[in-house]
Every structure is written in C-alpha cells, then in structure tokens.
C-alpha cells in the first residue's frame, strides 16, 4: 500500500492498516535513532572523528589525537571547577588569559566550559 491508494478508516480493516503503517513508522524512527546513537559512542569510544573537533584533540586521518596544550587547558578548567568557580567565572578568565578557543576568534561561555566538563571524551585523557 503506498500514500497515493486511499484508506477508509471508517472499517476496521482501514484502521488496522493504518495502525500497521504507523507502527512500522515509528519502529523505523527509533531504530534509525538506536543505530546513531550506537555509532556516535563507538566513535567517540575509539577516538574516531567526529565533527566538529573536540577542543583538546586534532585530527589525524580519521582518528583524533591528544592536543597536549589545549588538553592542560582542560585540566585548568576542572582544577578551578573543583575550587568551586562557576562556569561563568571560568569562561571569563579563559577570555582575560586569552585562551584561544577552537573556533579562532570566538570567546569562550559558561556552556562551553560546561560541554568540556561534563563530555567523557576527555576522562581518559586529563585525568
């Protein structure tokens, strides 16, 4: 059956159709969101690239690599979490510093900082 044919809802043969059709639609969507979710991890997991780059690692073919300079950054910022800054104070001396972010020119904010702090990419790396 495809869109074009009509479907009469008033029988019960239509409504189970169109149940069969919505069912399948919806097992189609979450499936689709499973297998990405499933892929992203695995990526994320075996340091596969992923755009965009995650501040404290670089490209190297399809793999990422530690950025050592920006990763001690990442350190700063969770010694000065643990003391107790805020993530606005944090994102503020960043920018007083000038700490380069890694889109040249933009500044950094509190959900920047908030995204390193809470992403598990960077658990294994500055620990």
Known sequence: ?????S???NTAAGRLV???MMSV?????EA????????MAHMKATRQ?????PYGFERN???????NDELG??????????????????????NRLGVATKNSGVQWYASTVRGILVNKLYAAVAA
């Open 49 to 53: 690239a992923y755009s965009p780059t």
């Open 32 to 39: 689709i969101g499973e297998r990405t979710r499933d892929a």
């Open 18 to 20: 169109l149940n069969i």
């Open 1 to 5: 059956m495809s869109v074009a044919e």
């Open 61 to 67: 073919g399809d793999t990422l690599a530690p950025a």
């Open 7 to 9: 479907l009469d809802t």
């Open 25 to 29: 639609s919806q097992w189609e969507r």
């Open 73 to 94: 950054t990442v350190q700063q910022i969770r010694d000065w979490h643990s003391a107790g800054w805020t993530l606005r104070k944090i994102a503020g001396e960043l």
